[in-house]
């Protein structure tokens, strides 16, 4: 099975905020995008999928008894309920959202947030190599592809300072928390992690099946196995390795593996 590629950036070209600019070296970034076309030529412009750090954008999940069936009235309520949950303009805010399916009464929103500037940033480089960033999501929702048991789920993942965690259920977004940390040690993790394991508690009235570790082999000592009796101890579940069809992801590629692995028609094409 073909793997998909990975060109790593320079330290310091990005660096992924809700609220200030991310982007801190545009002409190393572009460079590097202009990389990827390959020296292609052609007059038709050329497809891309903007994958976006965690840190950059905001995720939730709203419940609503009765969610209107007008797109405008949707994306109005939808706005109204996010407008204090985010860190940024919502009112200058691309706004992304989808009703999930399930069983019950209500509706089920997974919004995603971000400032339209950031947005414009991390597109200017790949629309000016001649490539149209058709798809534009974030890390933890490509992420999520790669996890569609139908039991409940525990996805934790570190990318440089940044904890994502994520409270799966049948394939289902419940919770979906960013954070950035202090530092890299197992204190702070488990300061996330165990809120995370009562919330689960308390809207399951049970406890996960599983937690899946991600980039975390700086809090493990690069050894998720060999350490996982503690961690399970810890928060009282099966700890597992995230995987996907192509291998173990890493901090910096889940998202990828998530996304080619939920496009199988392009899962042998490289990517960044």
């Known amino acids: 099975m073909s793997q998909p590629g990975f060109e790593p950036l320079e330290p ?23 990389g990827l076309t390959r020296g292609g030529t052609g007059r038709k412009r050329g497809r891309a999928a903007l994958i976006l750090p965690d ?11 009765a969610f209107p069936t007008d797109p405008k009235e949707q994306m ?31 509706t089920e929103i997974v919004v995603v947030a971000a400032a339209l500037e950031t947005i414009a940033r991390y597109e200017a480089p790949f629309r000016a190599a001649g490539l149209h960033p058709g ?22 993942r570190m990318s440089g300072a940044v904890l994502t965690v994520i409270v799966l259920h049948a394939g289902h977004l419940k919770l979906l928390r960013t954070v950035e940390l202090a530092d890299n ?33 700086d809090i493990t000592g690069g050894d998720v196995v060999n350490h996982a009796a503690d961690w399970e101890t810890e928060l009282g579940a099966p700890i597992e390795i995230l995987r996907s069809r192509f291998g173990i992801p890493d901090r910096f590629n889940a998202g990828l593996h998530g996304y080619l692995q939920s496009r199988p028609d392009i899962a042998g094409a490289s990517a960044a």
Do not use: W
Not at 78 to 97: G, H, I, W
């Open 12 to 34: 310091g070209v990005l660096s992924p905020s809700p609220i200030s600019d991310n982007v801190l070296r545009p002409d190393a970034f572009a460079d590097k995008v202009r």
């Open 55 to 65: 840190f950059s954008s905001r995720v939730a999940v709203l419940a609503f008894d």
């Open 76 to 106: 109005s309520l939808v706005r109204f309920r996010m407008k204090r949950s985010v860190p940024f303009d919502l009112e200058s805010a691309v706004v992304s959202f989808h009703a999930q399916g399930g069983k019950g009464k209500g």
């Open 135 to 156: 798809i534009v999501t974030t890390s933890a929702i490509a992420m999520i592809d790669l996890e569609r048991k139908t039991d409940i789920s525990v996805i934790a």
């Open 185 to 217: 040690s197992r204190e702070e993790v488990l300061g996330v992690l165990l809120p995370t394991m009562a919330f689960v508690e308390d809207h399951f009235h049970a406890q996960p099946n599983r937690v899946l570790f991600c980039g975390m082999d």
